[in-house]
């Protein structure tokens, strides 16, 4: 192929791109997972490890979608404040559930543009997080007192089973309960919901799936000359995925409690 001719189809990819993380999105979603990549970008002269957030959907009728993807280019809660504006911008009006990895200033972001939804921290990230902190000779023994707490009949419950953890775990590993405690208000919301709707919340199966099929083109591609080279991959490797989302099985029964917890909020975008 001649150069000018890879030239014009990188930048046909590259208005491809550009029309897709600008096209028009529902007025509402449920569930909004946020989760953020690795990946090693050149920027001013140097390979940087630059986090590249994607932002899975689920519809009211219960399909998952890739809202996006986002190269963070500045620190914190103004890059997060840009996410949320450009998702409102391109026609969203509410999510109700948002879940996210625990980032300082993002439950912040979230709620100064969308003030109505539940920020719900990412249980998965949070037990990874802890086990983190955990030897490898007590990560089987430890991990039954952690799901305890998440497996709790209600957050009154949850929080007695914190201390349960605490009292057995605590002078070895200060750092966990520590970790749940400051996490504590994100980590509650999902126990307004029956435990079947709960784990549709808090397994971030969808999102898994998607970024295990990234991790492997950013392994196999090692850095990128730029954001946009990147973006481009990443995009021909999501619309290439092939992964075949169903629809959750608990989505009828959700539904019903969706109805519930938020009343019109989501009646208006079940219809």
Known sequence: MSPDLISKVTDAILDEVREWQSRPLEAIYPVVFF?????????????????????LGITASGEKDV???????????????????????????????????????FPEAINSVFPKAMVQTCIVHLIRNSLSFVSWKDRKAILPS?????????????????EDFEAEWGKRYPAIGAAWRRAWEHVIPFFAFAPEIRKMIYTTNAVEALNRSLRKIIKTRGSFPNDEAAMKLLYLAIRNAGIHWRRPVAWTAAMGQFAIQFGERFAGSAD
């Open 35 to 55: 989760d953020a990549l690795r990946v090693k970008i050149r920027d001013e002269g140097m390979v940087k490890n630059k986090a590249v957030y994607v932002v």
């Open 67 to 105: 809202l996006g993807l986002w190269i963070e280019q500045t620190e914190g809660a103004k890059f997060w404040l840009k996410v949320m504006n450009d998702l409102r911008n391109r026609g969203v009006a509410d999510i109700l559930i948002a879940v996210v990895d625990g980032l300082k200033g």
């Open 146 to 162: 952690i799901k305890a707490i998440y497996h709790a009949e209600n957050a009154d419950a949850a929080l007695l089973r914190l």
